[in-house]
């Protein structure tokens, strides 16, 4: 129970309030993209360029705030950056490596189209992402402040 009292403290809530925030840009950017500026055409090449203008736009927002206001990292430098990019890119690539082929398996018979089927997908890797993320962040770029 102490080990979850941990985890969901007040670090948790305020990196819940700074991913609405990035949820509400990084959402606009890539769905904006995929819809509206047409990649869904592009198959899973505007899969990808889409998600991951999400996470380009989105983590600069990310970094700044969870840095600063999240997390309270006063550490200076190269390596909380490099850190930061790790994280935000591994925990990228699992998530929406991971949601493509278990969306199209679970998702495949049913008849949708590839447009909507690869909104489905990108809202199942974001949430996948955001778990990874809180924990990427916490225990490995913003460790020193913890």
Not at 23 to 51: C, E, K, P, Q
Not at 128 to 141: D, E, P, S
């Amino acid at each position: 129970m102490d080990k979850l009292k941990k985890i969901f403290d007040p670090t948790f809530f305020r990196f819940i309030l700074v991913g609405v925030i990035n949820t509400l840009v990084g959402y606009g950017v890539m769905f904006g993209l995929y819809n509206l500026a047409g990649l869904h055409r592009l198959g899973d090449t505007g899969y990808w360029i889409s998600s991951a203008a999400n996470y380009v736009v989105g983590s600069i927002v990310s970094f700044f705030l969870n840095k600063h206001f999240t997390f309270r990292n006063r550490e200076k430098g190269a390596g909380v950056v490099l850190r930061f990019v790790v994280n935000i890119s591994v925990c990228y690539l699992l998530a929406y490596g991971l949601a493509k082929p278990a969306a199209a398996w679970l998702l495949g018979g049913m008849g949708l189209s590839q447009q909507l089927q690869g909104n489905l997908t990108m809202l199942a890797g974001s949430g996948l992402f955001v778990v990874l993320n809180y924990f990427g962040q916490r225990f490995f770029a913003f460790k020193s402040s913890n």
